[in-house]
């Protein structure tokens, strides 16, 4: 009893905490928006809406080629091709050299995602923040944000080296990131770049709920064999 006290003491509050904010992760009543742009917004980005796609110039691919996708951004038409190794270069369909993109071009074609609203920022993001960061999902830098003067201050995340949209995020998903990631996750930054701190503090308060549940546990059958 005095394990099961001293345990709930110290965790009961975490755990609280980690049940609602499970809770919270199956999104009710649609409190939180998605986190990707819609498909109508994205087919504003490719501006292009024909199934169609030039003649390629290109046939013989290297060895390190494992995947090509064909797509369109700000209807310019671009081959993303991905390596064994995972990385993605972009390369003009014509004549195969690689497309280099202007970061004034990938805001301009930005804008189209959310054509009612204005380009309130941009910036280049090179390191990760409270909002952008890898841990359970990994995160590409360099990435060019740009923000909207919506209503729900959207954020646009898009790779300067493809010029794919690779996210979004708005004040709900900001909030979302806080009430779930925060208090499910431990996703804080001073834990994530110090990453043996994030497993310290997850394997500290696991042992602290392993010690409440076996003893509510032992509590429990030994007042049933009474």
């Known amino acids: 009893m005095a394990w099961h006290h ?13 049940l609602i904010s499970g809770w919270l992760s199956v999104n009710p009543n649609q409190w939180f928006n998605g986190r990707g742009f819609d498909g109508a917004a994205l087919q504003r980005y490719a501006g292009h809406t024909s199934a169609s796609f030039p003649a390629l110039a290109w046939q013989a691919l290297d060895e390190g080629v494992r995947e090509v996708r064909m797509t369109w951004i700000g209807g310019r038409p671009v081959l993303l091709m991905s390596s064994e190794n995972g990385d993605i270069r972009a390369v003009d369909p014509h004549d195969g050299a690689p497309v280099q993109w202007d970061q004034a071009e990938l805001v301009r074609t930005a804008a189209r995602l959310l054509p009612d ?17 890898s841990h359970h999902h990994a995160r590409k830098f360099p990435v060019l944000r740009v923000g909207f003067d919506d209503a729900d201050g959207t954020w646009a995340y898009v790779d300067p080296s493809t010029g ?3 996210g979004r995020s708005d004040d709900s998903r900001r909030l979302y990131r806080w009430l779930f990631n925060a208090v499910h996750s431990y996703d804080l930054v001073t834990l994530t770049r110090h990453r043996p701190l994030w497993d310290a503090v997850v394997w500290a308060l696991s042992i602290v709920g392993l010690v ?6 032992v509590m429990g059958w030994r007042r049933l064999r009474r």
Request: proline share 3%.
């Open 6 to 18: 001293v345990a709930g003491l110290a965790g009961a509050l975490f755990l609280l905490f980690w």
């Open 117 to 133: 609203a204005r380009i309130a920022s941009q910036i280049v993001q090179n390191e990760p923040d409270a909002y952008w960061y």
């Open 164 to 166: 794919q949209v690779v």
């Open 212 to 217: 409440m549940s076996v003893s509510g546990v």
